[in-house]
């Protein structure tokens, strides 16, 4: 997304640009992105929706392309946008339309195509060199943006990407880890494989507590959902961190609610109790968890012990989804070592873009949005030199 929107904006302002890509064709990430309906941007940005080290250079970065701007981009490459639930798609809710727009937008704009190259240095100058190919290894260009993106989807775990090349230049990566991914755990999840509902999930990590609140997903080993997926963004350390679930977090009041029920139904076994609030399979397992049995009468058990379990359910996290399994690589280039231009500190004329940088949005177009405001702010800041 980053290297497309550069070379479509760099080209309408006149500039030879070439767009060096590693694969065999270009933008394949960009396919498998919102479930193949590309989920571009969103009607609701700000740093909230991010995790940065830097909120304010983030601000200031978000803030480099107005909605207008955005809008009219995709416009302007021939696309129809629409919201859905606040997200931003292609109209045709297909991911490869927004592919076939960058393609044939950069056509039209003479873009030089070069596929198969993939970087593994730059030197002073502008000059690249290549893996594995010896022309055009010494042409000088005036500027160089770095849009190598980040592990995630398409890519080996082994894949460096521009990670190698990016430290030669003297630039650190803080370290990387999949983001947007599920949650192993080492909780006996099989008997609620399957079951989706609502929690209210807290996050303890090392480096802080996270809270998140929507559709939850069990499967066989690992707690999935959209809400997981946004805290994984948090998970340095899956060994030293913990996930809690509350699942009355849908009670105004869970704790005079979930009493009152007690004494209205003091007959009922727990499994009956629990029907109508709960998932039965999911309040099987809770029951069984807080160490008592479903035919267990109400008024007979240790209904306190059931209400902790029911809202502060712990699960021990042993791992996450791989990067070939996740959205995002969170990690990166520091937004410290680029100035406000996206330009790298350690090499004139060379411009940083998109998720190789220290900033993992959540999930609703938030990535992609990010990848175009850096374009569009890295475009402004070559016009401005070039002019100058
Ligand atoms: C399954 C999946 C679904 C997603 N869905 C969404 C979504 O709906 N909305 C959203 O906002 N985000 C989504 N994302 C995240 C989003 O796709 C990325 O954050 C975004 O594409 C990053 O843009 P980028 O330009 O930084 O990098 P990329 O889009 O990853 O592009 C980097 C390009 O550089 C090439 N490259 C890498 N190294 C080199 C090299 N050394 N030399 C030459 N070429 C190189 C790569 O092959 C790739 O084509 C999704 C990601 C995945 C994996």
């Known amino acids: 997304m980053g290297g497309l929107s550069a070379a479509v904006l760099l080209g309408r302002d006149g500039y030879d640009v070439t767009l060096f890509e590693r694969q065999d064709r270009i933008g394949k990430k960009l396919l498998l992105t919102g479930n193949g309906r590309c989920n571009l941007s969103n009607e609701d940005i700000s740093p909230a929706h991010y995790r940065s080290s830097d909120s304010e250079k983030l601000e200031s970065i978000l803030s480099g392309m107005s909605d207008s701007e955005r809008d009219s981009f995709y416009n302007s490459l021939g696309l129809a946008v629409c919201s859905v639930k606040g997200g931003i798609y292609p109209i045709s809710r297909q991911a490869s339309s927004v592919l076939d727009a960058f393609r044939f937008t950069l056509t039209e704009l003479g873009v030089n195509i070069m596929i198969g190259y993939k970087a593994c240095v730059l030197k002073e100058g502008g000059r690249i060199g290549f893996e594995n190919v010896k022309e055009p290894q010494d042409k000088p260009y005036d500027a160089v943006v770095i849009a190598c993106g980040g592990k995630a989807g398409v890519y080996g775990e082994d894949k460096d990407n521009g990670f190698a090349l990016l430290k030669r230049m003297g630039h650190s990566i803080t370290p990387t880890y999949p983001a947007l991914t599920f949650m192993k755990c080492d909780d006996d999840l099989k008997s609620v494989a399957g079951v989706r509902c609502d929690a209210a999930l807290t996050l303890k990590t090392p ?8 559709e939850l997903q069990l499967t066989k080993e690992a707690v999935s959902g959209i809400p997981v997926f946004q805290l994984s963004r948090y998970l ?3 060994a030293a961190s913990e996930l809690k679930a509350d699942f009355l977090c849908f009670l105004d009041d869970a704790g005079s609610e979930y009493f009152k029920r007690i004494q209205t139904y003091p007959d009922r076994t727990l499994e009956e109790f629990s029907a109508g609030w709960l998932n039965k399979k999911l309040a099987l397992y809770l029951i069984k968890k807080a160490g008592l049995k479903p035919s267990d009468k109400v008024k007979d058990s240790d209904t306190q012990r059931l209400y902790r379990v029911m809202t502060s359910c712990t699960f021990r996290i042993t791992g996450r989804g791989n990067y070939r399994e996740a959205q ?6 520091p937004l410290s070592e680029v100035t406000d231009d996206l330009e790298s500190l350690y090499m004139k004329n060379v411009y940083l ?5 220290d900033v993992a949005g959540e999930c609703g177009g938030y990535n992609l949005h990010f990848a175009l405001c850096c374009a569009h702010i890295i475009r402004k800041a070559i016009k401005a030199k070039g002019e100058g």
């Open 207 to 214: 480096d802080g507590t996270y809270k998140e609140k929507g």
């Open 236 to 238: 340095t350390d899956p």
């Open 328 to 333: 995002l690589m969170a990690g990166g280039v």
């Open 353 to 357: 873009c998109g998720e190789l940088l």
